[in-house]
């Protein structure tokens, strides 16, 4: 079996390490601390403790410390001398590329795999993995031995142009972090307004329902409510409303900022006249009037 050896064994890397486990021989774990390595040797079930000071060859390594330290342990890992022509090193940064790995010359191959999943739960992931999708980027050379691999654990690689990698990562803080600001702020109102969620969100299911919509068919056949109306009458209650309330700026910017997505999305869905859109626009501007 090839060997894998990993830097920086946290909530991704060591669930990985868990993952690959069933077709590579998993090695060194180097963390910061002994005791974090032992942990992670510890969920992995595999691999040993190592250092920068003890490192062994391996096939395959993984550098999944914080986004900040991948450059500095890629450069550690090659000043180490352990690194021999034709072993891979991959990160699974989703905003920097495989060429902050850089072992120009050395036939040492590099590329980046970047999970569209949460590890914040790593025991829950092991099960949740599969079905993953993993953009990919880096050396052809690379890409050919973890391609299989990713696969064979469950998931899904797809290739992701390096240049656009940057604006990939903020659709996907768009659409996982953001949805959860959005939730927490309608949340806010929902509580301001006195309903009481505590048991049970009256929203889940009506959020359920948009999200399944939305996948199932498109942006302009699951946008319901007053923008899609074209209600200015609606809209103009709202923003007064918004008016009070705990953080009652914030809830204006959100809810004027997406207005204005939702107003484009009711232009091509074609149910709203044109002048209530246009109405609606001049509505969401900041500290607008209807005029
Ligand atoms: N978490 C996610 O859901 C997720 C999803 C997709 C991609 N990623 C990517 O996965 C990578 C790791 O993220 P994470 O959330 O797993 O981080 P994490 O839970 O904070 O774990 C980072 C690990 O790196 C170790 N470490 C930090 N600096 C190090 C150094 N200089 N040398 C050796 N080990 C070092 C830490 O060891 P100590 O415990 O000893 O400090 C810790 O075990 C990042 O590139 C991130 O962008 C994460």
Not at 37 to 48: E, L, M
Not at 125 to 153: D, N, Y
Request: aromatic share 6%; hydrophobic share 40%.
């Amino acid at each position: 079996m090839p060997t894998l050896s990993c830097i920086g064994a946290g909530s991704l890397g060591k669930t990985i390490c868990h993952l690959l486990s069933s077709q590579l021989e998993i090695q060194q774990i180097i963390n910061r601390s002994p005791s974090s390595s032992q942990q992670a040797v510890d969920f992995i079930g595999a691999g040993t403790l190592g250092s920068f000071a003890n490192l062994a060859h391996a096939d395959i390594w993984l550098i999944a410390t914080p986004d900040d330290d991948i450059e500095a342990a890629g450069e550690a890992l090659w000043q180490s001398g352990v690194l021999r022509a034709g072993d891979t090193v991959f990160h699974c940064s989703g905003s920097l590329s495989a060429s902050i790995l850089n072992y120009e010359g050395a036939a040492i191959y590099t590329a980046s795999i970047h999970p569209i999943h949460s590890f914040s739960n790593p025991s829950q992931s092991l099960k949740s993995f599969p079905g993953s999708h993993c953009a990919m980027e880096g050396q052809p050379e690379a890409m050919e031995v973890l391609s299989p691999l990713f696969t064979a654990i469950g998931a899904l690689p797809f290739a992701i142009d390096a240049d656009r990698k940057v604006l990939y990562h903020a659709a996907t803080v768009t659409a996982c972090n953001y949805l959860v600001s959005l939730l927490e702020t309608s949340q806010q109102m929902l509580t301001a307004a006195g309903v009481d969620s505590a048991e049970a969100n009256p929203l889940e299911p009506l959020i359920r329902q948009t999200m399944d919509n939305f996948f199932r068919t498109d942006a302009r056949s699951a946008l319901t409510g007053p923008i899609a109306r074209g209600d200015h009458k609606t809209v103009t209650s709202h923003l007064i409303a918004l008016e009070t309330g705990t953080d009652t700026d914030l809830w204006q910017q959100v809810y004027r900022t997406l207005g204005n997505a939702t107003v484009n999305i009711a232009a091509q869905r074609g149910q709203a006249s044109t002048e209530n859109l246009e109405r609606i626009s001049r509505l969401l501007k900041p500290e607008a009037s209807d005029s």
